[in-house]
Each structure stands twice: as structure tokens, then as C-alpha cells.
């Protein structure tokens, strides 16, 4: 059986060359930009990448376009700053010659955030659903959150890998803090055709404090230091700024 590699990219000459050399194994890389301006299409062709130029979407159908633009047997859908680990390959490269494969294959996923490895809190192993047979599996979820499924015509038979999928996340606060504003802002359309509109106190306040409680202390995210700490503090205010961006959007 062959396989295709799916990614999507924008400006990710910092991270590509990376993910391309992870699956250089694979049968087809096709990465779909949608309008770098530094080296990410040069990058990714001289990895031997097909490249298709496709104007932003965004997250879901970006993502979905790029599964549809795969001709090979079997897609593994990558982010630009994700890695694939030599333990992961070999059982990708097992697990579609296997006579009777599952329909699809979650990754666990290793997240490093300020170059730590994030163990606990809800980020490990952070399952994904990334591998399937062409034609059997799409993209789903709200723009910033999309996920992978199987269609329900499919047999709904998964397995999960054993080795990590390596996300290399943030390396800094200024791009975590910048994606959490940006996600924000996409979360707070979505909360508002919801019907979150009202300046909530539960929303604003009490329902970060409950993610952070949760997550930091229940999910044992205090084991991961001082860069947990400061995951956990933004995230909270993530949440926090999507409601309240809501309410802005809604005035």
C-alpha cells in the first residue's frame, strides 16, 4: 500500500524542512501553501514535495482540501511543525501493510512548549486521529479546532500508535501569546452565533479559573514546571478573551 503526507503551511520555513525530512519515506508529500513569502515552497520542493498554491480557507477546509488533493492509498495529515519520530515511521510503514489494517490510526502527540515537553495537564499523549485510507476520512470541528474523523459509512475500527507524533508548539511566549489572540478572535465568532453575547461574568471570569483549576491541579499540570505554569495561566486567558471578545463582537 502507498501512502500520501498532507500539510498545510503558510510562512513555516522554520519548522518545514524538519517535517518534510520526517516522512521522506512517504510515497507522496503534497503541501498545500496558501501564500508564503519566505522559503517554506522552496523548502518543501527541494524535499521532493509537491507543491499546490491554494488561498486560505481556513483550518478545516484548508486541511480538507489538502486530504483531497492526495492520490495515494493511505493519508497521514501533518501540521508544518509537527515531526514524525522514527519509531512513529515505522509503525506508519507497518501499519499500512499490515493485511488487515484498522480503518484509521491515532498519533500520540508529544507537545513541547518552551522547549519542555509537556506530560501532563491534558497534553500527553493528546491522541489524534491522522492516519486513514483515502476517501475515508475528513476534516472536521471550528476554525481554530479542527480534528479528523472517519466517515460513518466506514467501519469505526481505530488503533493507537505507541511512539509520538513531536509537536514543537511555541518557542517563545510572544508566538503562544500571538496565537492565543488570533484563536480568540475566531472563538469568539464562533460563541457568538451561539448565542454568548451577554458581558458574562461565568464566561469571563469563572469559567477560565475553572479551566485552570482543572487542568493545572486536577490534571496534575503543575508537573511540568514553571513553563506549565505559564501553558495553564494563558490558556486560561485564552477562554477568557474569547467571551469577552464575544460580547465586543456582539455590541
Given at each position: 500500500?502507498?501512502?500520501s503526507?498532507?500539510?498545510?503551511?503558510?510562512?513555516?520555513?522554520?519548522?518545514?524542512?524538519?517535517?518534510?525530512?520526517?516522512?521522506?519515506?512517504?510515497?507522496e508529500?503534497?503541501?498545500v501553501?496558501?501564500?508564503?513569502?519566505?522559503r517554506?515552497?522552496?523548502?518543501?520542493?527541494?524535499?521532493?514535495?509537491?507543491?499546490?498554491?491554494?488561498?486560505?480557507?481556513?483550518?478545516?477546509a484548508?486541511?480538507?482540501?489538502?486530504?483531497?488533493?492526495?492520490?495515494?492509498?493511505?493519508?497521514?495529515?501533518?501540521?508544518?511543525?509537527e515531526?514524525v519520530?522514527?519509531?512513529?515511521?515505522?509503525?506508519?510503514?507497518?501499519?499500512?501493510?499490515?493485511?488487515?489494517?484498522?480503518?484509521?490510526?491515532?498519533?500520540?502527540?508529544?507537545?513541547?512548549?518552551?522547549?519542555?515537553?509537556?506530560?501532563?495537564?491534558?497534553?500527553?499523549?493528546d491522541?489524534?486521529?491522522r492516519?486513514?485510507?483515502?476517501?475515508?476520512?475528513?476534516?472536521?470541528g471550528h476554525?481554530?479546532?479542527?480534528?479528523?474523523?472517519?466517515?460513518?459509512?466506514?467501519?469505526?475500527?481505530?488503533?493507537?500508535?505507541?511512539?509520538?507524533?513531536?509537536?514543537?508548539?511555541?518557542?517563545?511566549?510572544?508566538?503562544?501569546?500571538?496565537?492565543?489572540?488570533?484563536?480568540?478572535?475566531?472563538g469568539?465568532?464562533?460563541?457568538?452565533?451561539?448565542?454568548?453575547?451577554?458581558?458574562?461574568?461565568s464566561?469571563?471570569?469563572?469559567?477560565?479559573?475553572?479551566?485552570?483549576?482543572?487542568n493545572?491541579?486536577?490534571?496534575?499540570?503543575f508537573?511540568?514546571?514553571?513553563?506549565?505554569?505559564?501553558?495553564?495561566?494563558?490558556?486560561?486567558?485564552?477562554?477568557?478573551?474569547?467571551?469577552?471578545?464575544?460580547?465586543?463582537?456582539?455590541?
Amino acid at each position: 500500500m502507498t501512502i500520501s503526507v498532507a500539510i498545510v503551511a503558510q510562512d513555516e520555513e522554520a519548522n518545514i524542512g524538519r517535517t518534510l525530512a520526517s516522512v521522506a519515506w512517504a510515497d507522496e508529500i503534497v503541501v498545500v501553501d496558501s501564500g508564503s513569502k519566505d522559503r517554506t515552497c522552496e523548502m518543501a520542493r527541494e524535499h521532493g514535495a509537491r507543491v499546490v498554491a491554494e488561498p486560505w480557507r481556513g483550518y478545516v477546509a484548508q486541511k480538507q482540501y489538502a486530504i483531497d488533493s492526495c492520490t495515494k492509498d493511505w493519508v497521514l495529515l501533518l501540521d508544518a511543525d509537527e515531526e514524525v519520530s522514527p519509531g512513529l515511521a515505522a509503525e506508519i510503514r507497518a501499519a499500512v501493510a499490515d493485511s488487515n489494517p484498522a480503518s484509521g490510526y491515532k498519533l500520540p502527540r508529544k507537545n513541547l512548549f518552551l522547549g519542555r515537553w509537556m506530560k501532563h495537564g491534558g497534553f500527553y499523549p493528546d491522541p489524534k486521529l491522522r492516519l486513514f485510507r483515502r476517501g475515508e476520512g475528513f476534516v472536521t470541528g471550528h476554525d481554530p479546532h479542527d480534528r479528523c474523523e472517519l466517515k460513518p459509512d466506514v467501519p469505526q475500527r481505530t488503533r493507537q500508535f505507541k511512539n509520538a507524533l513531536i509537536h514543537h508548539t511555541y518557542p517563545n511566549l510572544t508566538l503562544y501569546i500571538g496565537h492565543m489572540n488570533r484563536y480568540s478572535s475566531l472563538g469568539a465568532q464562533l460563541a457568538v452565533s451561539k448565542g454568548h453575547r451577554s458581558f458574562s461574568i461565568s464566561n469571563i471570569v469563572l469559567r477560565p479559573l475553572a479551566t485552570f483549576v482543572y487542568n493545572y491541579f486536577l490534571r496534575r499540570g503543575f508537573l511540568d514546571g514553571r513553563e506549565g505554569l505559564l501553558l495553564h495561566c494563558y490558556h486560561a486567558a485564552y477562554v477568557s478573551w474569547k467571551y469577552a471578545k464575544a460580547w465586543e463582537l456582539s455590541r
